[in-house]
């Protein structure tokens, strides 16, 4: 009878365990209910870990910007900064009709590809076209800050200046914008311009860098933050700076220009 009473005791102690178990299970399993996944939460986003890459502007990556919104500028010799800058331009003024157009998102502008036949690619400049492709734009493409356009409105001077190297492919259709002033007339090997990228639409800005150009339907518009720049338009290529009057089809009218229409006399009895 002792010995009978011993496996008792040895079956109730394995019973008391198993009801251990069983109760941490399902206390896990209540636990998890209410904030345990199934996936494991190293998988699960972690804000720690995230890269962030930031844009190239704060405000590149705007799809618009209101037309009057001048809150976040800064002045025109703050490199890459906004020239929008309240008191920085007229609001009749070439650099404040560019910087208030609506923004085109600079990130749509890598692709493009090096003949109108080839493959698109994605490269570390930035690429543009007139709707029309009349007017084709390259920035980075050369490893330097300038920007480069080609177009037939352009007509720079036939020859290369004095001192141009023997291996320059000079193309008097370009317009080059570096730090000092815009040029019509440049080497196209040094200053590459892919022949197919993203069409910049009418009315927008496209802002990298230093640079801003607006499309227009009377032309592309380009300064960079010193406030130099140029335009092309039919009737050709010209230096633009960003304090000059805008023509008035880009922008309303100045009080200045109000049209004064004389006043109608009635002959008197």
Request: charged share 15%.
């Amino acid at each position: 009878m002792q010995g009978y009473g011993r496996r008792t005791s040895g079956r109730r102690r394995v019973r008391v365990a198993w009801s251990a178990a069983v109760a941490l299970v399902l206390g896990m399993a209540l636990a998890c209910a209410n904030g345990c996944s199934i996936v494991s939460e190293l998988t699960l986003p972690d804000e720690s870990r995230t890269i962030v890459i930031p844009g190239t502007n704060a405000l590149t990556t705007e799809s618009s910007v209101a037309a009057t919104s001048t809150s976040s500028a800064n002045g025109p010799d703050d490199d890459g900064g906004d020239d929008a800058a309240p008191g920085a331009w007229d609001d009749y003024s070439y650099g404040h009709v560019i910087s208030v157009a609506p923004r085109a998102d600079a990130q749509r502008f890598h692709r493009a590809a090096k003949t109108s036949s080839a493959a698109l690619i994605t490269t570390s400049g930035y690429h543009f076209s007139s709707p029309d492709r009349a007017i084709q734009c390259s920035t980075g493409a050369n490893g330097t800050g300038t920007l480069a356009c080609t177009s037939q409105l352009v007509h720079g001077s036939p020859t290369p200046p004095p001192g141009t190297p023997a291996s320059c492919r000079w193309n008097p259709e370009m317009v080059t914008l570096g730090p000092a002033a815009p040029s019509a007339g440049a080497c196209a090997n040094l200053y590459p311009i892919m022949a197919r990228s993203t069409i910049l639409p009418f009315g927008q800005t496209l802002a990298v860098g230093r640079f801003k150009c607006l499309n227009s339907v009377e032309g592309m518009y380009c300064l960079q933050s010193t406030g130099t720049g140029f335009a092309i338009t039919k009737a050709g290529f010209r230096e633009i700076r960003g304090d000059e009057r805008a023509p008035r089809a880009m922008r309303g009218s100045a009080p200045d220009e109000r049209d004064e229409r004389p006043t109608s006399t009635r002959p008197t009895s």
